[in-house]
């Protein structure tokens, strides 16, 4: 899985002089998909020592009909899906026009992670155009000339944190990607972090529930369901090879992924064998919140650490549920060594939740349920930069990072780059020679102190040396804009 970059931008702002560039021969034409995926060519790009996919939404100039519009938005939407980063392109020699705003409020509805880019920045002619970009509201943008190269250098420079983010990430299935928080600060005014917005119809909550053989994963999700809405049910998922279902659980929209028990159900040609761990990995990569559900006979099998420890990895919210609970007969006891051993065998999940259910009677169920939707929005934290800094300086003051071969290690500005889970990045004078157990310290400082327990935090020390990219990327304050945008009207 590679970094998929997508340019997006209306039509002859320079897009496919950009792709031709940063691909070069390496062509390679998406023709394997039906319907408006057609239009999207994907090439091999390199970039200095960087390697990534491009997508872009060619053959727009073909469209010359009303229709255009309607093909723009949709295909823009697609390429933002299947992209972990969009490039989105403006002409700095024909200023911002309505089409860009259109465009922008798009990968805004979207969610994406953009980089702005106004292309045909060479020469003063692109100046102004340039300034104006800022407008959209996206952060700084890079002024670039994919005719002449010029600026090929700055989008390395951005796109490298990124390509190291999602290289570290491995395979991640997330369905969408994040704005950094940089910009959106300004609003936010005192608030630590960005308000939680709850699953719905369009953005359900995903869920997979795996565990060892007879663990009673089917008899769950059967009880989740309801009988009567497995009629509606499994339908094929993002891709051939997962299976979901979409339901709503106690007021909360979700799609649930790819079990044995459910293609018992829906008959789906298939070996009818009980859920593999395979099975149990392929549906974690679909996931946001897992479910490793434990059998109270015997919890905390091989099998069971190991899927735990994967979708840890992988990034995942896990809740750990132990069923039957029904059969237990001594509950305190067992639930006292249960945790127990939680702490011992998987550390890496601490403060992760822990459930007694039975899925056979449904007591627990709406605690589960709970559970899933608070994990769920604790992998979703946001916060903003600025609560951030503050607490950095906390950090570093009550526990200053140690100065090995003399050399004081300084930390000096850190930033969210991603949610979903949350990934930080912190710029350090000498990153290589921060020991673990000070990115540790700060981890576990922000676990505590913004509340997020239990999910997967990632860390990344970034060289100061190299020019800060978050300065200069707030954009002018509303008021100024406003009259940047009118002026240029009159
Ligand atoms: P697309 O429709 O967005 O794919 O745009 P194209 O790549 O087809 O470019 C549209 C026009 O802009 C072509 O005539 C290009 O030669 C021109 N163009 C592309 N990049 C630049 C640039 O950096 N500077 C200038 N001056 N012209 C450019
Ligand atoms: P799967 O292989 O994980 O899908 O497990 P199943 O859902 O097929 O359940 C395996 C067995 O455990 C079945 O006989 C279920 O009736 C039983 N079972 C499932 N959940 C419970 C529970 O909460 N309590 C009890 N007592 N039995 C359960």
Redesign the pocket.
Known sequence: MSFTLAIV????????????RLVGKRLALVDDQPGVTRDLREGAARLGDLKFTII?T?G??MATDESLQGRMRMLTERAVEMADACLF?V?A?SGVLPADEIFADILRKKNAHVILAA????GK??EAGLMEAYSLGLGEPLG?????G?GMADLAYVLRPLIDLAEKESVDHTPEVDVDLTDEDEELGDDEVVEYIPPSASKPLQIAVVGRPNAGKSTLINKILGEERLLTGPEAGITRDAISVMTEWSGTHMRIFDTAGMRKKAKVQEKLEKLSVSDGLRAVKFAEVVVVLLDVDIPFEQQDLRIADLAEREGRAVVLAVNKWDMEGDKQDKLKSLKEQFTRLLPQLKGAPLITVSALTGRGLERLHDAILEAHQVWNTRVTTSALNRWLVGMLEQHPPPAPQGKRIKLRYMTQVKARPPGFVVMASHPDLLPASYSRYLVNGLREDFDMPGTPIRLFMRSQSEANPFKGRKKPGRSKLRKHIEGRKD
């Open positions: 931008g209306r039509p002859n702002v320079g897009k496919s002089t950009l792709f031709n872009d060619a727009l100039e392109v002409d020699r292309n045909k920045a060479e002619a692109g670039l000339s994919a005719e002449h010029e």
